[in-house]
């Protein structure tokens, strides 16, 4: 759909004027006369963003907005407050309350349109990264955020020295952070391995004037710094530099001079909220190897194990360089299982798991493919050294005992193993599977604890 | 580390002026003076970004360029040709050899960097969504572009329709893709449900001057379009707003008039990078989603369950609902799977769950938590209704027949349920899960096929 805009005012003239401006812009408006009203359509209807006004009979913006922020269902809706009065008290509040951001009326439009797009971007952002299903929090993206604790990094650019220490004397006044004085081109040298501001705080004027907006565009495309916070510096009146600079990314931004307990709180609302995408993007990439991970052991899964063999087997033909795969059975596992518990059986297979992952090469594929059942691959191997290592495992299991959990002693265990050897082009991975079973189905019925080769490769 | 671009020229003072402009820039600047250097440094440095001169003694741009984007190990790497010649034939081979863009001599400084930035942004973002990891394969993100069948939606939009219609034409002769015609208004109501243009070429000046960059942001902060390439048309020698087209986004660039070979292959180029990141999307989205569920079953999994059941109980607590918890555990299962092989259990724990989740809720939890384990929690549910419940799900199992795979008959099956209630603030889920663990056992020593309650809930 097309953005959402609900406009709060008792005024009717000032709704209807809002109403032909956004709707100039395409956006979809709806109305509120009032606060309450405000409140159930947000609520009913989801907005992307509400126009807020000050002042209302029934109850005023402040309450309006800090409900809105109390409420799970629109907390994440942004709101602009709008008002008539001028002084940084009620702006104060309104960043209190939560606002998003705050402008004065009459409403220029250059301005709050690029405001608008600049929020509806960063809530789209956050919703696609946020799933929006039950599997974020699984994956523990609702978790607390431990990091709020941490010192935020803020680094401070502007045209002389001493304006961006004038600042850092401001701001830390009011906010905990670490505030560091940097230039251009030490925030361009910075590198993606060392610390990285989680924030930078820009004079929209460098060198000259326009060059901090440079700056921004030339930190979003950097690998070290695309992921970090901007706030602009505009000076008060720069209508277009100031519409430029969100609709070139800026996170946020502020007219020049900064009044030091509002630009402390905007500041703190970015940290937070690049805390909170940081641990989204990284609960992602924790969320991916789930997919693929036996959450027992952590080894592979058999989702992961069979396509990665079958990339081992096709490599091994292009190469003419063999390779070996085994399948590996605990020996009579439900035994353990049912003489000492579950438990007991994890702690078994966590072991076994284990030693696996320590004696074999980085390039060698180990997976838990079934319960008691492990899926070894090792590229670039010939019969007598896979032999050799397939031995070598067996003996390794059977000489270290598990230690039951809860002090309840310890066991010995042994394993079976099937061997075959992929060491001709156009090896099937089902025949290679085939036959490391038929070779562990060998072992087991000689007796156990033994390692087969199936015959044809022996 | 800061951007590192390759600068490729056999002459010296060209190198040396490019090296001096991208390190005012703050870019790390590696240099070759030949075609076969330029293939030796990319391969061992990876650089970020290669600007490659077209004539050069040993080794032509065109054949560097098709090398290098024909290397693996090379072919993500940007590539800006750089020529003295102006004419469209050398561009359109510099783009067929695989060049992301082609720059005239002497090089205009602000229009390079915009390029330079854009292309490095790009780089990122794929980057980022590409995993480097083994991951990335298993979860499908390296499989053969399907959708590069599909045909393209471009639409087009000019200040004039008759200018949009004449590129219409133009581009139709050269370029398999559905094209429309569209105006500002139109694509800015475009909804998220319907179907929404891959690709967006946008003169720079519709209804005035600029107003197609304020489009090209207003696109990229709406749900529906953020994610369309965009190509803006800018007049030969707007050089301000071809960089500023590419610093708010635009994915290329072309002067009017164009020509429609060569825009036709920009398109095309486009087009597939914005279906492989589509794609890119789409398997992160799955991936997340195979962390959570069973392979077999394709219900929740283990590692979903518990937390999610842990949120169920605790807002019963909250709400003073009961909710209902149940263990269902197949009978016999063992004997099903050494009768009639692994397959035909398979097939009764697939049937078993499309019965689960066909009877149950949509707020319910079913979950695979075990071999042939299943729990199941019934939020805001009474014991009369979750035993009523149970009952059925124990007699619909029972009275559905498995039908065996390859048509070796059919059998049947049943389950025991155990079931307990939370009723009170405070329930733990641990005491939750032993209850009706609990319950379960008692089904089973009563003779199977039955549903238990635990005592104190009964």
Redesign the interface.
């Known amino acids: 759909?097309?953005?959402k805009i609900l406009v709060v005012d008792d005024v009717a003239t000032n709704r209807i004027v809002m109403k032909v401006r956004l709707a100039e812009?395409?956006y979809q408006v709806l109305q509120a006369d009032g606060g309450l009203a405000a409140l159930d359509l947000a609520r009913r209807e989801r907005p992307d963003l509400i126009l807020l006004d000050f002042m209302m009979a029934d109850l005023d913006g402040i309450e309006v907005c800090r409900r809105l922020k109390a409420d799970p269902d629109t907390a994440e809706i942004p709101v602009i407050m709008v008002t008539a009065a001028r002084n940084s008290e009620e702006k104060l509040r309104a960043l209190q309350a939560g606002a998003e951001e705050f402008l004065p009326k009459p409403l220029d439009e250059l301005t709050l349109l690029a405001r608008?797009?600049?929020l509806?971007?960063a809530r789209?952002t956050a919703?696609e990264l946020a799933?929006r299903d039950?599997?974020r929090?699984?994956?523990g993206f609702d978790e607390p955020a431990e990091d709020f604790a941490r010192k935020g990094r803020i680094a401070l650019i502007a045209a002389r020295q001493a304006q961006a220490l004038h600042w850092k004397g401001a701001l830390s006044r009011h906010l905990n952070a670490e505030l560091t004085v940097m230039t251009?081109?030490g925030a361009?040298?910075?590198?993606?391995?060392g610390p990285v501001p989680d924030l930078f705080v820009i004079s929209a004027d460098l060198e000259r004037s326009g060059a901090g907006l440079r700056l921004l565009?030339?930190l979003?495309?950097?690998?070290?710094t695309?992921h970090s916070a901007v706030l602009m510096v505009v000076p008060e009146g720069a209508r277009e530099a100031a519409a430029m600079a969100l609709?070139?990314g800026a996170n946020d931004l502020v007219n020049s001079p900064f009044d030091g307990p509002e630009m402390a709180l905007r500041l703190a609302t970015q940290l937070s909220r690049k805390y909170q995408s940081d641990r989204l993007r990284a609960s992602?990439?924790d969320?991916?190897?789930?997919?693929?991970t036996d959450?027992l052991t952590g080894l592979f899964n058999?989702?992961?194990a069979l396509?990665?063999l079958a990339?081992i087997v096709s490599r091994a033909g292009e190469t003419r360089r063999p390779c070996a795969v085994m399948l590996l059975d605990m020996d009579r596992f439900k035994q353990v299982n049912d003489r000492h518990g579950h438990a007991a059986g994890d702690a078994v297979l966590e072991q076994v798991a284990r030693l696996l992952s320590a004696e074999l090469r980085a390039v060698d594929l180990v997976a838990r493919i079934g319960?008691e059942e492990f899926l070894i691959a090792l590229p670039e191997t010939s019969l007598e050294i896979a032999t050799a290592t397939a031995e070598r495992l067996r003996l390794q299991i059977g000489e270290t005992p598990v230690l039951l959990p809860g002090g309840k002693g310890v066991i010995s265990v042994s394993v079976s193993i099937g061997l075959t050897l992929c060491d001709r082009p156009g090896c099937a991975v089902d025949v290679l599977m085939e036959e490391a079973d038929a070779a562990l189905y060998a072992a087991k019925a000689d007796g156990r604890n033994k390692v087969t080769i199936r015959n044809s490769a022996a």
């Open positions: 759909m097309p953005g812009a395409c608008v797009r600049s509806l971007r789209e919703r799933l039950g599997t929090r699984v994956l251009r081109d361009l040298a910075l590198s993606d391995g565009t030339d979003r495309s950097r690998a070290a695309r609709d070139l992602v990439k969320g991916l190897r789930l997919a693929v959450p058999r989702r992961y396509p990665h990339r319960g």
